[in-house]
């Protein structure tokens, strides 16, 4: 059987769960399938924030404004032509560094990605296949300039997400070990030099992020601040105030202390908790760390 892989060289400058790129790669391959395009092809897929992506729009486009997805096709594709008919072009484009024909350099911006996802309530799993899909369809010959071509372009994205199957019922579920080893990864950051103990902690937002934190102690002792309201403080004020998982790791089994408790209720009373110490990983809930916990809603009548 022929390989239609392609190949995604990554550049990750804004993080998303793992398990989003490994549909965006699924979907990847499935493009090539779709288009009947049986050499393997290498694309550059650049995730970053809206500055960046405003700042490449504005250089190489002249327009000076934040998008989802840029494009640059490598291929000169003939006029009317696509990858799946043009072969012999893209064996031209074969690219030693790859092993592939290299098909062109695509950007994402992660934050509008996160914000067009909730805008169109679906998940941004959904998103994140969608403007790969439309990004590599660009790379590879489409456009919607033209009406007859964008209905093209259009019937192609829908075979490859009709192919990929990232269903409108999908959650953007978290996976835990991901989250238990950003909390360990974190926990080396922490700053603890009175207590010796580091604590470190990862929060999953329900839009797909990870907010991480460490404990950062002061020789004024009671200015501390801990690991998980570090993670808390550091998402909200980026904008983003719904969690639904928490993973913390520390050199002993580390349940949230009360005043996190109460900080973590604020903003997501169904939280599930993960804490980790040497090989160890034990759950609970929020509501069981804090039942009856004061919140937003119980001072409404
Ligand atoms: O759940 C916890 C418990 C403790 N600490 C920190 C605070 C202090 O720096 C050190 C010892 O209490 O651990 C946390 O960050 N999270
Ligand atoms: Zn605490």
Same mark, same amino acid.
Request: hydrophobic residues 40%; aromatic residues 8%.
């Given at each position: 059987m022929r390989r239609r892989k392609v190949l995604?060289?990554?550049d990750v400058r804004n993080e998303i769960d793992s398990a989003i790129m490994e549909r965006m790669k699924t979907a990847a391959d499935l493009c090539l399938?779709?288009?009947n395009v049986t050499i393997p092809c290498a694309v550059t897929v650049c995730l970053c924030d809206d500055a960046m992506i405003a700042d490449i729009n504005r250089q190489y486009r002249g327009i000076d404004r934040s998008t989802d997805v840029l494009s640059f096709p490598s291929v000169n594709y003939p006029l009317g032509k696509t990858a799946g008919d043009s072969e012999t072009l893209l064996r031209q484009e074969y690219d030693d560094e790859y092993d592939a024909a290299f098909l062109g350099d695509l950007f994402i911006s992660v934050p509008h990605l996160i914000a067009q996802a909730r805008e169109y309530g679906h998940t941004v799993k959904r998103e994140a296949v969608y403007l790969l899909v439309h990004g590599i369809c660009h790379l590879m010959?489409?456009?919607h300039i033209e009406e007859s071509d964008k209905e093209r372009m259009r019937a192609m994205e829908e075979k490859i997400l009709a192919?990929?199957?990232v269903s409108r019922e999908e959650t953007d579920a978290v996976d835990d070990?991901? !989250?238990?080893s950003k909390a360990r990864e974190a926990m080396t950051r922490s700053y603890s030099p009175y207590s010796s103990y580091p604590v470190g902690a990862a929060l999953h937002s329900t839009?797909?992020?990870i907010f991480t934190g460490c404990n950062v102690e002061n020789a004024s002792f009671g !200015?501390?601040?801990?690991a998980e309201r570090t993670a808390?403080?550091?998402?909200?004020?980026?904008?983003?105030?719904?969690f639904d998982v928490l993973a913390i790791a520390a050199k002993t089994k580390a349940w949230p202390c009360g005043a996190c408790r109460q900080v973590l209720n604020e903003f997501a009373p169904d939280l599930r908790i993960l804490v980790t110490w040497d090989d160890h990983v034990e759950e609970k809930t929020l509501k069981e760390l804090l039942p009856e916990g004061f919140g937003p809603h119980s001072m409404e009548h």
């Open positions: 995604i060289e990554w399938k779709c288009e010959g489409y456009d192919a990929a199957s070990q991901l !989250l238990l839009d797909g992020r !200015l501390t601040n801990c808390v403080f550091k998402a909200v004020s980026e904008g983003v105030r719904s």
